[in-house]
């Protein structure tokens, strides 16, 4: 076995890609519920469960507390068979420092 190279078995380790990781300003969350109302204007589990991904991306317990609802209750509402009402989607929103804005269609 002369000349011969051995290799080392080694393992890539992929951790799961978690967009929340990655959205820390308001303007970086902003523009990805932004991105999210233009690409699926029509997809309310979708935009429930982006919401999700803000309050994770700014703490979940920080989000429910300011926006005065329990963090179990928060979890339910954004999950992915969650149904918030309109309410609370403007408490969620104003508890991650954004605003609902109209514009012309």
Known sequence: MAGTARRKSS???I???DVADHLRTPEDMAAYLDAWL???PDDTAG???ALGTLAR?????QVAKDAGLSRESLYRALSED???GFATVLK???????RLRVQTA
Do not use: I, T
Not at 57 to 61: E, I, N, P, Q, Y
Not at 92 to 98: H, N
């Open 38 to 40: 233009e690409e699926s």
């Open 47 to 49: 935009m429930a469960r």
């Open 15 to 17: 951790a799961p890609f």
């Open 82 to 84: 969650g149904n918030p």
């Open 57 to 61: 991306a700014k703490g979940m317990s």
């Open 92 to 98: 969620v929103v104003r508890a991650l420092g954004l």
């Open 11 to 13: 393992k890539v380790k």
